[in-house]
């Protein structure tokens, strides 16, 4: 259905890219989200509503909405990936994926720097927790300008963290104990080191200068005038670098030295499907996909809209985020990277099969289709649903990093995350997905500081608080319908570090924010308070394995020296503690794996309304299995809303002591203690 030129709100929101610019927008703003269902508002013209909100939004904001919505589809129309009943599911939508920021996880030589034989050494760790599926994020060959998401070659592994060889050792060691393995596949821009940058700037008219953005400099100048547009890079700066040897400008929406590939070139999508095949022969079950919605840019690269890009903090942000070919490129990268054909060899290696006490069967046959990953900045549930709702063959799962920051938040911003818009947020995102789409279930990644410490603030070190923190939210991830990816820490509860001067920064992203609040007037310690709330570094400190110096990780010097040092929260000491963390996550994953009602069950939220009490029935196809989640979102004691269902047996739960509930009571009082979980079986 065409839009014309001044649709009706309700027209912009009932289509899915529409929709999800309304919410942004009012999430940016910091209203609710129903605003725009009022009947007033929703029978009101684009145009109106825009010039009304010109001040915020922008003299061209609708014609830059109504170009966007043209390039998309006007409904979600997601078939069923499960017609043929649930043998035709697919493993990833039951499994636990766990990231692995391999560069902290684990060293083996010595030299401060994770590596492929350290994970190789803990990989016990990780099946006994019950993890299906590892995510590594970036190891292959990389100057490191952004620690790895700067490929240099996507078939050789970067040296530091070790080689080719000791991948598929990595690949089999995960294989033989049942595990899957996918990798971070960085293809938006690579490294201005790379082969085929090398090769495009030495001769920008020859084949390769093709395979990236390179633009001439206007007429008489030599880089000293103004770049090809206005956009600009999200570590700062415009988006363009001229590259004086080769008299052209080049984009990077990254790092300068992350030039941004070409997709339009189809040589450019061929070697990305040469690439994806390679590693699957290899035995690599499916990747990441590093910034996968910004590969395909507006033809022409227009300037970006700057009311927009104040708005969203990002000038040209719209021409890119979610361009007009994404669905074709995805679509065609899965057919030609992803699908295995029936007459390819047979990959290295296959997971083997994992019963249920743990031991494992024969190596499976290899899956037709390796799982794609989309990490996907800016998607609303709209648009994600567009990109791996069931049926659509392009993504398998999204991340919507929505769930982050609370409205009218960043992640700079020093503040206390609201457990209660995480339970609006996870509600909206259930009832708004199909009944086959799968979501991927994430709160902590290498690009953001810890939840548990967003919610907790100073508090994160008192070791109560923290367990019952780590415990609620790894419930969230493990109980609601979705895929979850578990971060490396999280089984601890790693929390956030103590940063008291840049020099222990190590990421670009930081280190060129704080040089630029220092141009812009803001004193050191201005300056500081502007960057470590949101800096990366936070999750991206050694894993503690156990106390005492270099925390297990290093006999070296850490290359990100940042270690607390607070007791009680090292594998070593929570290991053998049935109350601990990490036994929780355990004891939780393999609950999931006994009782797939937990893992795949039909969800509904009794007392959706409720800012302390967050709860959840999960059920079986035929209603028999039934099973209650609980959790008190407050730090104090709270009254359970009511007794909504009958007898119910806990089967886990998170406080320990006198007065807390314990697995096998059948009565479960009227009260909660503070951030208390508790799961249980409905037994009517
Ligand atoms: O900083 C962002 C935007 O300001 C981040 O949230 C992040 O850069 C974005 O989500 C994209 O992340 C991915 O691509 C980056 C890399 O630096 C991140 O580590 C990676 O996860 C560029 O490759």
């Given at each position: 259905m065409a839009l014309g030129d001044n649709p009706r709100i309700c027209e912009v929101h009932a289509h899915p890219v529409g929709r999800d610019a309304i919410d942004k927008v009012l999430l940016q703003m910091g209203?609710?989200?129903?605003?725009?269902?009022n009947p007033l508002v929703s029978s009101l013209r684009l145009r109106t509503v825009a010039r009304l909100a010109e001040p915020l939004v922008g003299p061209r904001f609708a014609d830059a909405l109504l170009e966007l919505l043209a390039d998309h589809p006007s409904v979600v129309t997601t078939g069923s990936s499960r017609t043929q009943g649930?043998?035709?599911?697919?493993?990833?939508?039951t499994a636990v994926f766990y990231q692995v920021y391999p560069r902290s996880f684990?060293?083996?030589?010595?030299?401060?720097i994770g590596d492929l034989r350290g994970i190789i050494d803990h990989l016990d760790h990780l099946r006994d927790l019950g993890v299906d599926c590892l995510w590594l994020s970036p190891i292959f060959d990389s100057p490191n300008e952004d620690a790895g998401y700067d490929v240099r070659d996507y078939r050789a592994v970067m040296s530091e963290m070790g080689t080719l060889d000791d991948l598929d050792a990595l690949i089999a060691g995960c294989h033989e104990r049942g595990m899957r393995i996918i990798l971070d596949l960085v293809v938006n821009h690579t490294s201005h080191e790379h082969a085929w940058f090398q090769a495009a700037i030495a001769d920008p008219d020859g084949p390769y200068g093709d395979y990236y953005h390179l633009r001439p400099g206007r007429p008489g100048e030599d880089g000293t005038g103004p770049p090809p547009n206005n956009w600009t890079s999200f570590f700062g700066g415009s988006a363009w670098r001229w590259i004086p040897q080769a008299r052209r400008w080049a984009l990077h929406l990254f790092a300068e030295g992350q030039m941004d590939l070409n997709w339009e070139n189809p040589a450019v999508r061929a070697e990305v499907a040469d690439i994806v095949q390679w590693w699957r022969s290899r035995g690599i079950d499916g990747f990441r996909l590093d910034v996968i919605n910004y590969i395909s840019k507006r033809p022409g690269l227009p300037d970006g809209d700057e009311a927009i890009g104040a708005l969203i903090g990002f000038p040209g942000i719209e021409h890119y985020f979610f361009g007009p070919r994404l669905h074709e490129y995805l679509h065609e990268l899965r057919g030609a990277g992803f699908t295995r054909d029936d007459s390819d060899p047979p990959p290295t290696s296959t997971v083997r099969a994992r019963r249920d006490d743990q031991s494992v069967g024969e190596p499976q046959p290899p899956d037709r289709v390796g799982v794609m990953v989309g990490e996907t900045p800016g998607v609303g549930i709209e648009m994600g649903r567009l990109l791996s709702g069931a049926g659509r063959e392009e993504l398998d799962l999204v991340f919507n990093f929505d769930v982050l920051d609370g409205p009218g938040r960043i992640r700079w911003d020093d503040y206390r995350y609201d457990l209660a818009y995480l339970k609006d947020f996870l509600i909206e995102q259930q009832s708004r997905i199909g009944a086959d789409d799968r979501v991927a279930l994430f709160l902590d990644n290498h690009d953001n500081p810890r939840m548990l410490s967003k919610v907790l603030g100073p508090r994160d070190r008192d070791p109560v608080a923290r367990s019952a923190v780590a415990k609620l939210l790894a419930t969230i991830q493990l109980t609601l319908p979705g895929t979850p990816f578990l971060y490396q820490g999280q089984e601890i509860g790693a929390a956030d570090q103590r940063f008291d001067s840049i020099d222990q920064l190590r990421d670009v992203e930081s280190l060129n924010r704080h040089r630029e609040l220092l141009a812009d007037g803001l004193d050191a310690a201005g300056a500081l308070a502007g960057v470590v709330p949101g800096a990366r570094d936070h999750a991206r400190v050694p894993m503690r394995w156990q106390p005492g110096p270099g925390h297990g990780f290093t006999t070296g010097v850490a290359w990100q020296p940042s270690v607390e040092e607070s007791s009680g929260f090292t594998v070593e000491e929570q290991q053998d503690d049935p109350d601990s963390v990490l036994s929780f996550h355990r004891d939780l994953i393999r609950l999931r794996r006994q009782h797939t009602t937990l893992a795949d069950g039909a969800v509904r939220f009794p007392d959706r309304r409720s800012r302390r009490w967050f709860g959840w029935v999960l059920a079986d196809r035929d209603g028999r299995d039934e099973w209650l989640v609980e959790l008190n979102l407050t730090d104090r004691r709270i009254r359970r809303p009511r007794h909504f269902v009958g007898r119910t047996e806990v089967e886990l739960a998170s406080l320990a002591g006198p007065g807390f509930h314990r697995p096998g009571v059948t009565r479960r009082g009227p009260w909660m203690g503070p951030y208390e979980t508790v799961i249980a079986r409905i037994t009517h």
């Open positions: 209203r609710s989200r129903h605003w725009v269902t649930r043998s035709e599911d697919p493993w990833w939508r684990a060293d083996s030589d010595g030299d401060g």
